[in-house]
């Protein structure tokens, strides 16, 4: 199994910005897709945002234009840009990977919390 190691959350105030790392570095394996989740108090967990390998990001619609996520193939790793942040983006925040020809793997967590 691969394993993620997550980086990065917090508590911040609304109109503030945080970031994310996700780091799949000890894989051996191509990593295909890898992205972010969150789970907000009593919901289910959503898409934030995903990218292929070399595909363009997809987001969602809550997040879009407030967040940027970028890889870096080389180093494995998955990075999650936050700004403008709002109460209702407070939630955990899961990294996924999917290893070539492996079931989808996710990282531990990361509380973000938006608060005044």
């Known amino acids: 199994q691969v394993p993620l190691v997550e980086s990065g959350g917090g508590v911040v105030r609304p109109g503030d910005s945080l970031s994310l790392s996700c780091a799949a570095s000890?894989?051996?394996?191509?990593?295909?897709?890898m992205g972010w989740f969150r789970q907000a108090p009593g919901k289910e967990r959503e898409l934030v945002a995903g990218m292929g390998h070399l595909s363009p990001p997809l987001y969602a619609w809550a997040v879009r234009g407030r967040f940027i996520i970028t890889r870096d193939n080389a180093k494995k790793t998955v990075y999650l840009q936050m700004d403008d942040l709002q109460p209702e983006d407070t939630a955990v925040y899961y990294c996924?990977?999917?290893?070539?020809?492996?079931?989808?793997?996710w990282g531990q967590g990361a509380l973000v919390t938006v608060s005044s």
């Open positions: 996924y990977a999917d290893p070539e020809g492996s079931p989808r793997v």
């Open positions: 000890q894989s051996t394996v191509h990593i295909a897709a």
